[in-house]
């Protein structure tokens, strides 16, 4: 059984930055996907980014497009997400999960890591 550790959130003024990393325990994490999920309060879960097992392929949502950067280093078992130009309507907490392939359906991730809260004042 993968475990995932986030770690990095905290609070940050408007237009400001923060990265994310997400730790994977096991021998095979460059076999799989990973994203990145968040879900604000009274919101459901939404897909953030996702990167292949290689690092090739990288896919967003729109929302964080040109503001978000996922990468990954396999050599440490962790992948992150660089937020840049953050906004309020970022606030949420930010999931890291690993799957077969890359993919912004959460229900193709099996491991999920326990969140980290991310707070943008205005």
């Known amino acids: 059984q993968v475990q995932l550790v986030e770690s990095g959130g905290g609070l940050v003024q408007a237009g400001g930055s923060l990265r994310l990393s997400c730790s994977a325990s096991g021998r095979t994490f460059e076999r799989y996907a990973m994203a990145w999920f968040r879900q604000a309060p009274g919101k459901e879960r939404e897909f953030v980014a996702a990167?292949?097992?290689?690092?090739?392929?990288?896919y967003y949502a729109d929302s964080v497009k040109g503001r978000f950067t996922i990468s990954r280093d396999n050599a440490k078992n962790t992948v992150y997400v660089q937020m840049n130009s953050l906004k309020p309507e970022d606030t949420a907490v930010y999931y890291c999960?690993?799957?077969?392939?890359?993919?912004?359906?959460?229900?193709?991730?099996?491991?999920w890591g326990q969140g980290t809260q991310v707070t943008v004042s205005s």
């Open positions: 999960a690993l799957g077969p392939v890359v993919t912004k359906d959460a229900g193709a991730f099996g491991s």
């Open positions: 990167i292949s097992g290689s690092g090739a392929n990288t």
